[in-house]
C-alpha cells in the first residue's frame, strides 16, 4: 500500500470519527430543537419525530403567556446596567493603578488578586444579610430586587477586570501619548479621557462582553437576591418554569432554551476565534 | 516630576476600591465573623457568638459522616470532571489539530457549541432530556435493540466490584451502593443515587470538553514543530512522540488550566442544583446524594436557614479551595507580575 492510500484511508477515518463524535455531542441540541417545534400532546404520546407537525406554536405562546420576555427584559436590564458600572470604575481605576505611583498601590493591586480567590459561595450568606440592611436602609429602593443584583455585579466583577485593564495599559499603550498630551498643556484627567480611553476600544469590548455573559448566565445570585417574581431574571425563571412542571412545560421550555440562547450563541460563535483566543491565554497565564 | 504625594489616583481608583469592599472583601469577611455565630432562622434578629461551636457541630458526631461523604464526593466528582473533560478535550484537540485537515475549523466550531449556550439553559434542559419516563435518553435507549441488555450487563458487572468492595471495606463501615436496573429499561436516571451520580457527571463531561479542547488546541499549537521533526528523524513513533514530546510539553501550560478547572468543579453549584438539587434524598442526612459542599451549603443557608452553620460550611470550602488557588498562584508566577 503506497502512501497516499494510507493516508487517504486515515483521513476518512478521521472524519468519520469526527462527525461520530459531533453528531453524539450535538444530539442533545437536535432533541431540544425538535422537542420546541412539537405540540406538547403529541411531544409524549408518538415516540417518532413527526416532521409534518412540526409548527412554532410553542414559540407564540411562550411569548404570549409566559413570562419570559419579562425575564430576558430583566436580565438584559441588570447585565448592562452592572457591566456598564463595572466598566467605567475599572477603566479609571485600572489607568491610575497602571500609570500613576502612590501609596498603598502595590497593597492594592495584591488584594484584588487575592480576593478573586474567594469563591462565590463564601460570601452569600453575608450578601443576603448585607442586602437585608440596604433594603431597610433605601426603603426597598437597594434590596432583594434587580438594583441589589446590579450592586453585586458591579462589585463583584471588578477585580478580574482591573486586572486585565491594567495589563492592558501596561502592556498596549505607549506612555510618550500622555506626555505629549501634558506638553500641549492637558490636565491628568483630560489625557486619560481624550488620549487613552479612545485606544482602550477592543479590550473593554472583550470586559463587557464576557462580564455581561458571565452575569446573564449565573443563578446563584439572582436565586438567593431575587424574591419577588416580577424581578426575575432569565436563570430564575426558567427554572421555575421548569421544575416540577415537566410534562406540561417542556415543549414551551424548549422554545425558551432555544430564544434564551441564540443571543449568546450567537455573539460568541460569531466572536470564537477573538473570545477563546483571550480566554485561553487568560486561562494558561492564570 | 511630583515629588509631593498626591491625592488624586485615589479619586481614581475609589469607585472601584469602594465597591471591592462593600461588595467582596466586607462580605468575605463577614461570613468570616458569622460562622462563629447562631445565626438562623430561629436567632434572625438577635444572635450571638457561639465560639466553633459550628464547627465542633461539622466535625461532631452527629454531623461528622454527612460532612465526610458530601466531602468525598466532591473530590470524586471534581477529580472526575476535570479528568474526563481533560482527556476527551485532548483526544479531539489531537484530531482537530492534524495538519492538513479538512473542515477543522468547522467541526470545532460545532463541538463549542455545549460552552457556548448558557449553562443554566444546558443544565436544565438534560433534566428534561433524562427524565424517567418521558426523556429523550430513555426513549433512545428503548428505541435501539441490544441497548438494554449492553446496559444490564454493564450494570450487573459493576454491581459485582460494588459488592466485592463493600464486602471487603465492610470492617471500615464503608459501603457504596448498587446500581438498580428496572425491569422496563427506564432508568431512573436523576431519583436513585448512583444513577443521579452517573447523570452529573456525564452532563458535566457535556459541559466541560468543550473549553479542555480549545485550550488544548491553543497549547498543542505552541509546540514548535522541530520537536515533532527532529524525533521522526529519529524513527520515534506517533505512540512515543505524544508520550515524550506532547504531554511534557503541555505539562507546563495545562498544568495550570487543570488546578484552576478543578476549583471550579469544586464550586459547581449550577451543574449539581439545577440538575438534581442535590438529590435524591439520603436517609439520616441533610445532604442528598449528589450534593457537593457547595450546593450543601447553600441548602443549609438558604432552604434550612441554618446561615451560621453554613457560613463555617462556607470557610471550610474557602480553605480547601484557597490553598489550591495559592498552590497555583505559586505555580504560574501571577504575584510576581508587580
Not at chain 1, 462565590?120 to 450578601?127: I, N, R
Not at chain 2, 436496573?181 to 456525564?202: E, F, Q, S
Amino acid at each position: 500500500m503506497n502512501k497516499k492510500t494510507k493516508d487517504t484511508i486515515f483521513n476518512v477515518i478521521t472524519h468519520l470519527i469526527l462527525v461520530g463524535v459531533t453528531v453524539a455531542v450535538l444530539m442533545p441540541v437536535f432533541w431540544i430543537v425538535n422537542a420546541s417545534l412539537q405540540d406538547v400532546g403529541n411531544m409524549f404520546s408518538g415516540q417518532n419525530v413527526d416532521f409534518s407537525k412540526m409548527s412554532f406554536g410553542n414559540y407564540a405562546e411562550l411569548l404570549a403567556e409566559s413570562d419570559f420576555l419579562l425575564w430576558i427584559k430583566n436580565s438584559f436590564i441588570v447585565c448592562g446596567t452592572s457591566t456598564l458600572f463595572c466598566l467605567m470604575c475599572t477603566c479609571i481605576a485600572g489607568y491610575a493603578f497602571s500609570r500613576f505611583r502612590f501609596v498603598g498601590k502595590k497593597q492594592g493591586l495584591m488584594m484584588m488578586i487575592i480576593i478573586q480567590m474567594f469563591p462565590a459561595t463564601m460570601a452569600m450568606v453575608a450578601l443576603y444579610k448585607l442586602l437585608n440592611v440596604f433594603d431597610v436602609a433605601t426603603g426597598g429602593f437597594i434590596g432583594f430586587n434587580l438594583a441589589g443584583l446590579i450592586l453585586i455585579y458591579t462589585g463583584a466583577n471588578i477585580p478580574f477586570n482591573m486586572w486585565l485593564i491594567k495589563g492592558y495599559i501596561d502592556g498596549s499603550v505607549p506612555k510618550e501619548l500622555e506626555e505629549s498630551a501634558y506638553m500641549d498643556g492637558a490636565t491628568k484627567w483630560q489625557a486619560f479621557v481624550k488620549i487613552v480611553l479612545p485606544i482602550m476600544g477592543p479590550i473593554m469590548a472583550v470586559i463587557a462582553i464576557f462580564t455581561f455573559i458571565g452575569s446573564y448566565n449565573d443563578f446563584l445570585i439572582p436565586s438567593i437576591v431575587l424574591q419577588d417574581s416580577s424581578q426575575y431574571t432569565l436563570a430564575v425563571g426558567l427554572r421555575g418554569f421548569i421544575s416540577g412542571k415537566f410534562s406540561m412545560n417542556w415543549t414551551q421550555f424548549a422554545a425558551a432554551s432555544v430564544l434564551g440562547s441564540l443571543p449568546i450563541l450567537v455573539v460568541f460563535l460569531s466572536l470564537q476565534k477573538f473570545l477563546v483566543e483571550g480566554l485561553t491565554k487568560g486561562a494558561v497565564k492564570g | 516630576m511630583n515629588k509631593k504625594c498626591d491625592i488624586y489616583p485615589y479619586f481614581y481608583i475609589a469607585p472601584a476600591v469602594f465597591f471591592v469592599f462593600l461588595i467582596v472583601l466586607f462580605p468575605n469577611i463577614y461570613s468570616v465573623v458569622l460562622s462563629f455565630t447562631n445565626y438562623s432562622l430561629f436567632h434572625f434578629e438577635h444572635y450571638d457568638f457561639v465560639g466553633l461551636k459550628n464547627y465542633a457541630k461539622i466535625l461532631g458526631s452527629a454531623e461528622v459522616k454527612t460532612f465526610l461523604s458530601v466531602f468525598w464526593w466532591t473530590l470524586v466528582w471534581s477529580f472526575c470532571s476535570v479528568f474526563g473533560q481533560f482527556v476527551i478535550g485532548l483526544a479531539l484537540a489531537l484530531v482537530l489539530n492534524k495538519k492538513g485537515l479538512k473542515g477543522s475549523n468547522f467541526y470545532r466550531t460545532l463541538l463549542i457549541i455545549p460552552w457556548a449556550v448558557p449553562s443554566f439553559i444546558t443544565v436544565l434542559m438534560w433534566t428534561g432530556l433524562l427524565n424517567t419516563d418521558y426523556g429523550s435518553i430513555n426513549n433512545m435507549i428503548s428505541h435501539i435493540p441490544f441497548l438494554t441488555p449492553c446496559i444490564t450487563f454493564l450494570v450487573n458487572l459493576i454491581n459485582g466490584f460494588v459488592n466485592i468492595f463493600n464486602t471487603v471495606f465492610s470492617f471500615l463501615g464503608l459501603s457504596l451502593s448498587p446500581f438498580v436496573m428496572p425491569a422496563n429499561g427506564m432508568i431512573p436516571w436523576l431519583t436513585d443515587g448512583p444513577w443521579a451520580k452517573t447523570a452529573v457527571l456525564v452532563v458535566n463531561l457535556w459541559l466541560g470538553f468543550p473549553y479542555m479542547m480549545s485550550i488544548s488546541l491553543g497549547a498543542l499549537q505552541g509546540i514548535s514543530s522541530e520537536l515533532y521533526e527532529a524525533s521522526s528523524l529519529d524513527g520515534a513513533s506517533k505512540i512515543t512522540q505524544f508520550f515524550k514530546i506532547t504531554l511534557p510539553q503541555l505539562r507546563s501550560s495545562m498544568l495550570p488550566v487543570l488546578i484552576t478547572s478543578f476549583s471550579f468543579s469544586f464550586n459547581n453549584f449550577v451543574g449539581i442544583y439545577l440538575l438534581t438539587a442535590g438529590g435524591p434524598a439520603v436517609g439520616g442526612s441533610q445532604a442528598g446524594s449528589t450534593d457537593i459542599l457547595v450546593s450543601y451549603t447553600y441548602k443549609l443557608a438558604f432552604n434550612l436557614s441554618q446561615y451560621g452553620l453554613a457560613c463555617s460550611y462556607a470557610v471550610l470550602i474557602f480553605l480547601l479551595i484557597g490553598s489550591l488557588s495559592a498552590i497555583n498562584f505559586k505555580a504560574t508566577g501571577a504575584f510576581k507580575e508587580n
